[in-house]
């Protein structure tokens, strides 16, 4: 066994972290992970922790699922990897098939990737090259949100919308359509008590229906999370938005690309959120739950339609020129597969939704802390907005790193969060028991509630 003491010095002298300023994180105590059970992780001292963010909001059944690792096994003795360029493998045609037969009717065609960001960029080729193999190369725009997050390579943050994130890279990302955060905008219009409701749809689509009939000739796509903004903070979208966009597309000939990555796999209450609404997206992006957190796998799925028109002769140079070296692995499509028949076997969606009444009541009692400015809630994802002063909806300064602060003190009881700012995030895997969710929001209140001290 390594050395405690040179993987902590090793951590900070040569691991760079994602999203994750390295001078702070050099001067702190940090969590150095060796093993899972369930829904809580160990670290290098055998200390336990809740896994409150599910891995960052992938992981479904638990760590060190029994049939999850039977399949990664199982398949590890066959082959690890060969490629789908022009070639293909069982697990990952079979779990094509399963999408297919999961997801809405109209999307029957996959293509695979490594994460959510690629899935992504992935649909925005797709939809930009669909419109040029059909002739129509004026459409070269796409509609985002406002404080949309869709992943960090180029072509998603050039579809993403929020600041902090995305605005140093500004030079470098091809101009899009912005419209109002739903959410935001609905507060901004109506106030939190209605923000969520049918008639503030209606009030929000109306400006957004005027700007696609002036410009629809030349988009390609609306792009948007399905249900709710997650990175910006876990804002809903207000009831039937996403059919009224379903709506807008269809009368002005755009494509409608939906990210489920965050949503997808049952995190929404159903097995993806498009469904909810009754909406069918032209393309989809899928990821986080697809390998029930095991993997890096993603998935973007495409209608019949979009399909055909990448389909010519050889000399026509209709295809599309897009793939990477694990494109369709088979470690991934096995574990992946896997994991849609512990969701039938255990059946998590059925199990999931007492805890959703349970999160939906615990997190009501959030509002009577002096610190809590806002608490959003989407299916089995929420997220409470830590403010300096709630009267006036004033935050803390950034720098002040608060909801870190609440972060820290809940590791130090037993349970490890990732805020999005001053954002606490609830998050954790699907097959948390009911006591164990009481555990974490129970104690969560009582961190933010030292913040009054």
Known sequence: MLNRKYLEEWDKEYFWHPFTQMKVYREEENIIVERGEGVYVYDIYGRKFLDGVSSLWCNVH??????LNKALKEQVDKIAHFTTLGASNVPAVVFAKNLVDITPPKLTKVFYSE?????????????????HNKGEKQRTKFVTLS??????????????GISIFHEKYRPLLFDVYKMPSPYLEAVKKVGREKALEYDTTKLLIEEVE????????????????AGVQGAAGILPFPKGYMKEIRRICDEYNILMIVDEVA??????????????????????????????GYLPLAATLVTEEIFNEFLGEFGEAKHFYHGHTYTGNPLACSVAIANLEVFEEEQTLKKLQPKIKLLTQKLSQMWELKHVGDVRQYGFMAGIELVKDKKTGEPFPYGERTGFKVAKMMIEKGIWVRPLGDVMVVMPPLAIKESELEFFLDTLKECIKQLEE
């Not at 404080?147 to 993403?160: C, F, K, L, N, R």
């Not at 005027?210 to 999370?225: P, R, S, T």
Request: include cysteine.
């Open 147 to 160: 404080e949309a997050y869709h992943g960090d390579t180029i072509g998603s943050v050039s579809v993403g």
């Open 263 to 292: 949503t997808g796999f049952g995190r929404s209450g159903s097995m993806f959120a498009c469904q909810k609404e009754g909406v069918e997206p032209d393309i989809m992006a899928l990821g986080k739950g697809i390998t029930g």
């Open 115 to 131: 994460d959510g960001a690629e899935a992504m960029e992935i649909a925005i080729k797709i939809a930009y090259h669909y419109w």
């Open 210 to 225: 005027e700007f696609i009939f002036k410009n629809h000739q030349e988009i390609a796509g609306f792009v948007l999370e």
């Open 62 to 67: 638990g760590h060190n699922h029994p049939k």
